[in-house]
T-cell receptor, first 111, second 115 residues
Framework: GDSVTQMEGPVTLSEEAFLTINCTYT??????LFWYVQYPGEGLQLLLK?????DKGSNKGFEATYRKETTSFHLEKGSVQVSDSAVYFC??????????FGKGTTLSVSS | GAGVSQTPSNKVTEKGKYVELRCDPI?????LYWYRQSLGQGPEFLIY????????DSGLPNDRFFAVRPEGSVSTLKIQRTERGDSAVYLC?????????????FGPGTRLTVL
């Protein structure tokens, strides 16, 4: 069935380091793709999204590009901050249906 | 404006008991979703409502789980004869609905512990 696979964590970085969290998906058709973030003690928040091939979603310095040819939606940030420490979830859906999430990747940034 | 709210925030119950979890979506959102998140995992889909009807309940694990949304707004997830394996955070999300309005907004969740 359709699924989302993201790199396992935890990912531990120093402040200002470059971040990549890999995400690949399987799906029939053309799903929308999302990155959600869960900060400690808070609920899931949408970080960014892309709805069609070659779209780039961006927010708070994070970016991800919808790559249909490699079925990927990798999350990147050029310079992470301590406040970026959280759990990041890659997800996909199609046309208003339920989201399918990856298992999540824990990011820990130290100063 | 108000976001998605869920009550209670925590629920501790004993094995075999019945529980109800409530979700109040964002006003005007016609689509409502329930998910379950176990420790160290991503949320897993349970059921999706469009208006008052369940458009997709394929994620409900068995017939002990049931959800309603009688007036197309508030939804209640009901779990009968709870088991220890039901312990998880139950998340509710809502969206405007439709093919293009598919951004889902999540509530803070209800942490269910079955002893």
């Amino acid at each position: 069935g359709d699924s989302v696979t993201q790199m396992e964590g935890p990912v531990t970085l120093s402040e200002e380091a470059f971040l990549t969290i890999n995400c690949t998906y399987t799906a029939t058709g053309y799903p929308s793709l999302f990155w959600y973030v869960q900060y400690p003690g808070e609920g899931l928040q949408l970080l960014l999204k892309a709805t069609k091939a070659d779209d780039k979603g961006s927010n708070k310095g994070f970016e991800a590009t919808y790559r249909k040819e490699t079925t990927s939606f990798h999350l990147e940030k050029g310079s992470v901050q301590v406040s970026d420490s959280a759990v990041y979830f890659c997800a996909r859906n199609q046309a208003g249906t339920a989201l399918i999430f990856g298992k999540g990747t824990t990011l820990s940034v130290s100063s | 404006g108000a976001g998605v709210s869920q009550t209670p925030s925590n629920k501790v119950t004993e094995k075999g008991k019945y529980v109800e979890l409530r979700c109040d979506p964002i006003s005007g959102h016609t689509a409502l979703y329930w998910y379950r998140q176990s420790l160290g995992q991503g949320p897993e889909f349970l059921i999706y409502f469009q208006g008052t009807g369940a458009a997709d309940d394929s994620g409900l694990p068995n017939d002990r789980f049931f959800a309603v949304r009688p007036e197309g707004s508030v939804s209640t997830l009901k779990i009968q004869r709870t088991e220890r394996g039901d312990s998880a955070v139950y998340l509710c999300a809502s969206s405007l609905g439709g093919r293009k309005n598919n951004e889902q907004f999540f509530g803070p969740g209800t942490r269910l512990t079955v002893l």
